[in-house]
């Protein structure tokens, strides 16, 4: 199964308000995480990463949290707008032996609300 | 350029055609990648090209058959579909396979095989 997962897979939050979209992981070892943003009709669009050496790393109105204690990722957007609608995936980078490839979480739906 | 180009964006195929999906990208990534993704599902790694080498095939049924005829292009080659392999696909770089750098997708080629 996928290592990378998420809590809730749809997320409505009224314009303006700080939105909260969680991830857990199971692959301790993961050294890179990635947030991507996709919007209907679109591929996937990098938001932000972190690395495993920090805990938490801000972007334009986007913050990723990262708790390595139990495993959990967050994105946090502020002050919500409309064009935030979209899925929002996050996806790990867990080491291997061969050429890398992220892993994807089963992603999460952001409705804004009017 | 910060773009990776996908063409066509929608492609309509009988299931004994023969048709190629395209991918460029000028950002001088070495590591191509596609990806099948279905509706509201998180992209499927299908192959992963490493400096114009395919370093992973994820099991994929030889009905697709990719090509990277320089470091700029990946084509996917297309033959004998079934309608089940209708979906985005969507094509992917970085600047190396080492993924630690997150990848830059193109908006995908949505293709339905009737």
């Known amino acids: 199964g996928e290592s990378v997962g998420l809590h809730l897979p749809t997320l409505s939050v009224q314009e303006g308000d700080n939105s909260i979209i969680n991830c857990a992981y199971s692959?301790?070892?993961?050294?890179?995480f990635i947030w991507y943003k996709q919007e209907s009709g679109k591929g996937p669009q990098f938001i932000i990463d972190?690395?495993?050496?920090?805990d938490k790393r801000q972007g334009q109105r986007v913050t990723v949290l990262l708790n390595k204690t139990v495993k959990h990722l967050s994105l946090q957007i502020a002050a919500t707008q409309p064009g935030d609608s979209a899925v929002y995936f996050c996806?790990?980078?867990?080491?291997?032996?061969?050429?890398?490839?992220?892993?994807f979480g089963k992603g999460t739906r952001l409705h804004i609300l009017p | 350029d910060t773009e990776v180009t996908q063409t066509p964006k929608h492609l309509v195929m009988g299931m004994t055609n023969k048709k190629s999906l395209k991918c460029e990208q000028h950002?001088?990534?070495?590591?191509m990648y596609w990806y099948k993704q279905k509706a509201k599902k998180p992209p499927e790694l299908m192959f992963v090209?490493?400096?114009?080498?395919?370093?992973i095939n994820e099991s994929v049924p030889s009905r697709f058959s990719p090509e990277c005829p320089n470091s700029s292009l990946l084509n996917l080659h297309l033959h004998a579909l079934q309608p089940e392999d209708s979906a985005l696909y969507l094509c992917?770089?970085?600047?190396?396979?080492?993924?630690?750098?997150?990848?830059?997708f193109g908006s995908g080629t949505r293709l339905t095989v009737v």
């Open positions: 992917a770089s970085s600047q190396d396979s080492r993924a630690n750098y997150g990848y830059t």
């Open positions: 692959n301790s070892a993961s050294d890179y």
């Open positions: 972190i690395r495993s050496n920090m």
């Open positions: 996806a790990e980078n867990p080491p291997m032996n061969r050429d890398d490839k992220i892993i």
């Open positions: 950002m001088g990534h070495r590591a």
């Open positions: 090209y490493s400096y114009e080498k395919l370093s």
